[in-house]
């Protein structure tokens, strides 16, 4: 999900990038479609943007959560083995 997000996003940012360059107006008829793909494109983008920041400050709140816990079952795995 987050790599078609990205591949968004990356279309978003050559849009941009095209149309920034000098020789972009020439055809205006392809300047227009880069704009308006690259109008209709922004809301999404925005969007999709704070989701892979809101995404990856879960995994990492998740991992900090997790990783004391599963160290812990490692070490009650282990002592419960030093017992047999």
Do not use: C, H, W
Request: a negative charge; hydrophobic letters at 50%; zero cysteines.
């Amino acid at each position: 999900m987050i790599d078609k997000i990205q591949t968004v996003i990356a279309r978003y940012n050559e849009l941009g990038e095209l149309m920034s360059q000098p020789d972009a107006m020439a055809d205006m008829k392809a300047f227009t479609k880069m704009a308006r793909e690259y109008r209709a494109m922004k809301e999404l983008v925005e969007i999709s943007q704070k989701y892979i920041k809101d995404y990856s400050l879960y995994l990492s709140e998740l991992l900090f959560f997790f990783i004391p816990l599963f160290q812990l079952l490692i070490l009650n795995s282990i002592k419960s083995l030093e017992l047999i």
